[in-house]
């Protein structure tokens, strides 16, 4: 009797996972953080342009002679801030970012408040000074659009938006980092050995912080702590699970609340894209509606 052979079907290949930091930069994560982390950063430009930066709607009455452009306005031909100019910048971006916080036509409302506000925010640093907290919630402002609709109870997970995301965390990380590298390019080690934060008591210093002026080692130690803070900056980016992550953003927040009552410098727009790195998912996953219509816990209507 003759064997006969059979030939197992040939099992498809695998295809290779794609290496770790490509993994990272497109975790998936629930729309429903978007969507949260959306309406506050929609919502703070209002309090952005009529609160915290409302200096900068002074500069419609100031001669356009002084208007010395950001690059990016020159090499875009942006125009000149008249009084014209930036009051309807000003009402523009707000009314956007009203429309905007709302979830409706995410892609267009989005872009249309990321080119606002970079304009308000070359009409604000046109003129000699340049802010360094801007940076992250230029980028989370950028990228929002890119998501496209997201809801508040929606747990799909997205890699556009891990992407987006990702992006505003590495954004924030930056922001420490760099700062970490213009002391050391622009003062070198002189600046953790030195007077600055001292001399940041003496001239903002609250009742809070004017007792340190009087231990000599104080001072200068928080500048070495500082400087090694920012430079680790990086390591954060290593944080991933929840728990991790809502005591990553409490400890930021804390340094800069701890700035603020010391000599009273708050940098809001980076605090509020440092809020991106929180799992707001769990936050409207607390309670789930019954079949019946009330509302019950989400572990017992998963039980």
């Known amino acids: 009797m003759t064997g006969s052979t059979s030939t197992a079907p040939a099992r498809p290949a695998t295809a290779p996972a ?5 993994r990272w930069w497109v975790c998936p994560v629930p729309l429903a953080r978007v969507a ?6 929609y919502l703070f430009i209002p309090i952005d342009v009529f609160l915290t930066t409302a200096w900068v709607r002074a500069h419609a009455d100031v001669p356009t002679d002084y208007y010395q452009p950001l690059i990016i306005g020159r090499v875009l031909h942006l125009p000149t ?10 009402w523009a971006l707000v009314v956007a970012a009203l429309a905007a916080a709302t979830g409706r036509a995410p892609r267009l409302l989005g872009l249309a408040v990321f080119l606002l506000y970079g304009e308000w925010m070359v009409i604000a640093m046109s003129y000699g000074k340049v802010d360094h907290d801007r940076i992250a919630f230029l980028v989370a402002l950028a990228v929002l659009p890119t998501i496209g609709r997201a809801r508040f109870r929606d747990r799909r997970p997205s890699e556009a938006a891990g992407w987006a995301m990702a992006a505003v965390f590495v954004a924030v990380m930056l922001t420490y980092f760099l ?6 390019r622009f003062g070198g080690w002189d600046w953790a050995t030195g007077s600055t934060l001292t001399r940041a008591v003496v001239r903002r210093g609250t009742d809070l912080s004017e007792w340190t002026l009087d231990v000599p080692w104080l ?10 803070f920012e430079f680790s900056s ?14 990553l953003v409490l400890f930021l927040l804390g340094f800069h609340v701890m700035v603020y009552a010391g000599v009273g410098i708050i940098f809001l727009p980076h605090c509020i894209a440092i809020l991106s790195i929180l799992p707001w998912e769990r936050l409207t996953a607390l309670r789930r509606p019954a079949p019946g219509g009330a509302a019950v816990p989400a572990t017992a209507a998963g039980s």
Do not use: N
């Open 18 to 22: 794609p290496p770790l930091t490509v």
């Open 81 to 90: 801030p008249t009084h014209t100019v930036v009051l309807v910048v000003q």
């Open 179 to 184: 700062a970490a590298w213009a002391k050391m």
């Open 219 to 228: 001072l200068p130690a928080a500048q070495w702590v500082m400087i090694a």
């Open 234 to 247: 990086p390591l954060m980016l290593l944080v991933r699970s929840d728990r991790a992550r809502i005591g």
């Open 36 to 41: 949260v982390f959306r309406v506050i950063a």
